[in-house]
DNA sequence: CAGTTTTGGGACAACAGAGTCCTTTTTCTA
DNA sequence: TAGAAAAAGGACTCTGTTGTCCCAAAACTG
């Protein structure tokens, strides 16, 4: 598995965050029940997001969470580091401590081309244009 | 992390087994010692890749685990799959059931393009090639 | 045949990730 | 000002992965 389930919810709730009303807070309550997401766990989720600084939040009535930046300005690698941290893009995939160009293990030099390519297509894609691809095709974002 | 432990170990051990004296049975424990990998967990390890077809074993006094096929007829690909399973190359990276080409998540075509690219380098290696390159090389598998 | 060396496999301990629950803090509203 | 609504955050449970240990089965060696 890629990406931990942490981290799948917080990228659909992020990408839900972008399509649904881009300036107003939303409360987690709401995004949990559209999303189909444990309310709890996703508060936790939007803490980290919240603390790394990709999200506003505000408490009280007609509080909730939303983009610290307009989402075409996030791309889906940065939520991915925010929760995944930046080791998934750079850690060797055999687990290799100091694995690298001087000391590589043996996949070490198809492994990096693998995940540049990757890191490259997550860094091209931003929560904006995920968000409008997915209204526009009714694209799914829960179970269901 | 794309691997878990277990797969890391087991890819370890395999290209291992790819370099070291390539028809001979060798015991767990001399790999085990040889990539600083628990004695124990090794073993639990192989008898997966045992009961999967990608090794035979032998019991008693210089028994132990060798390829089932020469080390030119298995791909890196097999051995993730026989450890991690097939799912690793079709689910879905959110993580949501049936996501598929009729019922696709937003992340669908970017992911399945990156998962297949990687499908392919992995099915290209042979742990013949890994492992001659790791010997031409002196590549390392252990922490050290 | 007895003892030793090896893998096979079950049971268990330790740990991390996932998920729940409860209390506190902030803010709004009546 | 009192109550309600929301996020913040701590404590806890559950579950799967990682790792350890022990005993059984197979095969060899004297």
Same mark, same amino acid.
């Given at each position: 598995?890629?990406?931990?389930?942490?981290?799948?919810?917080? *990228?659909?709730?992020?990408?839900?965050?972008?399509?649904?009303?881009?300036?107003?807070?939303?409360?987690?309550?709401?995004?949990?029940?559209?999303?189909?997401?444990?309310?709890?766990?996703?508060?936790?989720?939007?803490?980290?997001?919240?603390?790394?600084?990709?999200?506003?939040?505000?408490?009280?009535?007609?509080?909730?969470?939303?983009?610290?930046?307009?989402?075409?300005?996030?791309?889906?690698?940065?939520?991915? *580091?925010?929760?995944?941290?930046?080791?998934?893009?750079?850690?060797?995939?055999?687990?290799?401590?100091?694995?690298?160009?001087?000391?590589?293990?043996?996949?070490?030099?198809?492994?990096?081309?693998?995940?540049?390519?990757?890191?490259?297509?997550?860094?091209?894609?931003?929560?904006?244009?995920?968000?409008?691809?997915?209204?526009?095709?009714?694209?799914?974002?829960?179970?269901?």
């Amino acid at each position: 598995m890629l990406l931990s389930k942490t981290c799948q919810y917080g *990228v659909r709730a992020m990408i839900y965050l972008a399509t649904d009303s881009p300036d107003k807070y939303v409360s987690v309550r709401s995004i949990s029940s559209a999303l189909d997401i444990s309310f709890h766990f996703l508060t936790k989720i939007f803490q980290r997001l919240t603390r790394y600084g990709l999200l506003l939040s505000y408490r009280g009535p007609n509080g909730g969470i939303k983009l610290s930046r307009p989402a075409s300005q996030i791309t889906l690698k940065e939520v991915v *580091v925010a929760i995944e941290g930046p080791e998934l893009f750079t850690e060797c995939v055999l687990g290799l401590p100091g694995c690298g160009a001087d000391r590589p293990c043996p996949l070490h030099h198809t492994w990096t081309i693998a995940r540049d390519d990757l890191a490259r297509m997550l860094e091209g894609e931003t929560l904006d244009q995920i968000g409008s691809s997915t209204v526009r095709e009714r694209l799914r974002l829960r179970h269901r």
